[in-house]
């Protein structure tokens, strides 16, 4: 079932999703890779201040390649996500609602994200390209030393995914393996 969500969102529209929906996210979306959540990670042992606040975001897991001329980014296709694994039940447990990537995810994100009733989405893996369409803006906010990997706030229209993990902890890559065995 498609779905149109505006992003950031709270815990009642997570409630809505479920896996295997397709939806188009509209609205502000953050990046951020590995560098970025070692970093953020970090700040939180620290007891400093992330660069924006978690309470009802998205990240995107996702590193871009340069903008063309006339573009506000290049290709913005997911990274893998278990790489993030480590650090995003804590970002979860601050009221981070949703995380975009590709991939699966371990147990303690699934519990973290049943927990905090958030989300988990995939984005087409190689079509960054094409997903980089959605994108109207793009502004480095934090980290701008680790290039590719700063953490970006994006504006985004009708940004496609589909909802791998929902609140519930369904997890479409489960079920798919079962319904077509």
């Known amino acids: 079932m498609d779905k149109h969500l505006n992003v950031p969102f709270d815990k009642g529209e997570a409630e809505k999703l479920k896996a295997g929906d397709y939806v188009y996210l509209t609205g502000t979306i953050y990046t951020a890779r590995d560098a ?28 871009p390649s340069p903008a063309r001329e006339g573009r506000p980014i290049g290709s913005a296709g997911p990274t893998t996500a278990s790489r993030m694994d480590k650090y995003a039940p804590s970002l979860l447990d601050l009221g981070l609602r949703g995380m975009i990537g590709k991939g699966k995810r371990n147990e303690e994100v ?14 087409i893996g190689g079509a960054g390209a094409l997903l980089s369409r959605s994108i109207i803006s793009s502004e480095v ?4 030393d680790l290039g590719t990997e700063a953490i970006r706030r994006l504006e985004v229209r009708d940004f496609p995914v589909i909802v791998v993990v929902d609140c519930e902890g369904n997890n479409l890559y489960e079920t798919a393996i079962l319904q077509y065995s």
């Open 141 to 144: 906010i934090a980290y701008d």
């Open 36 to 63: 970025a959540h070692k970093r953020m990670y970090e700040a939180l042992q620290k007891g400093e201040e992330l660069p924006f606040a978690m309470q009802n975001n998205v990240i995107y897991y996702m590193g």
């Open 110 to 123: 699934i519990a973290a994200i049943i927990r905090n009733r958030s989300v988990y989405f995939a984005a």
